[in-house]
């Protein structure tokens, strides 16, 4: 089983900064691990992943403001957010794939004031 366990949301003005981290609470070892958000009345959407392999995607919409990386010998993967602005307020939820399964954190909130 894998519990991810999320910290680092909170409440920020347009244009700070934010990092967001999950460590994944396991004996085994993630494979692609990732953010995502879910603002009200919206869908779930994607923002970053990174294989084992420290390969990474993002959303367009936060490229050159968000940088994703993990930390594999401790099983946690971090977000940095720069530069934020009041349409990144969301929960973000931290997304872990092991054995074919998708795991997820309890959410974190996000918000910022313009």
């Known amino acids: 089983q894998v519990h991810l366990v999320e910290s680092g949301g909170g409440l920020v003005q347009a244009g700070g900064s934010l990092r967001l981290s999950c460590a994944a609470k396991?004996?085994?070892?993630?494979?692609?691990m990732g953010w995502y958000r879910q603002a009200p009345g919206k869908q779930r959407e994607l923002v970053a992943t990174?294989?084992?392999?420290?390969?990474?995607n993002y959303a367009d919409s936060v490229k050159g403001r968000f940088t994703i990386s993990r930390d594999s010998a401790k099983n946690t993967v971090y977000l940095q957010m720069n530069s934020l602005q009041p349409e990144d307020t969301s929960v973000y939820y931290c997304?872990?794939?092991?054995?074919?399964?998708?795991?997820w954190g309890q959410g974190t909130q996000v918000t910022v004031s313009s």
């Open positions: 997304n872990a794939n092991w054995a074919a399964n998708d795991y």
């Open positions: 396991s004996l085994f070892s993630m494979n692609a």
């Open positions: 990174i294989t084992s392999s420290g390969s990474t």
